[in-house]
């Protein structure tokens, strides 16, 4: 199994007023908690000049 943490950034606004957004992605041990990545990306986002806008789990497994 594959594990993956996003982090989202919001950047600023384009001219029209939608949200830019900017994903960065680690990979992670497997078996971290949901909240154990909650607080891996809050820090990471503390470390950022951006804004943090979300932190995502993605989990992929091969079909074999």
């Known amino acids: 199994?594959?594990?993956r943490l996003i982090v989202r950034f919001y950047t600023g606004e384009d001219i029209f007023g939608k949200?830019?957004?900017?994903?960065?992605?680690?990979?992670i041990y497997p078996y971290a908690?949901?909240?154990d990545i909650k607080e891996i990306g809050e820090a990471l986002a503390a470390l950022s000049a951006w804004d943090l806008s979300g932190t995502y789990k993605v989990s992929t497994m091969p079909i074999s």
Do not use: A, G, I, R
């Open 19 to 27: 949200p830019l957004l900017k994903d960065v992605t680690y990979p």
């Open 33 to 35: 908690t949901d909240d």
């Open 1 to 3: 199994m594959q594990v």
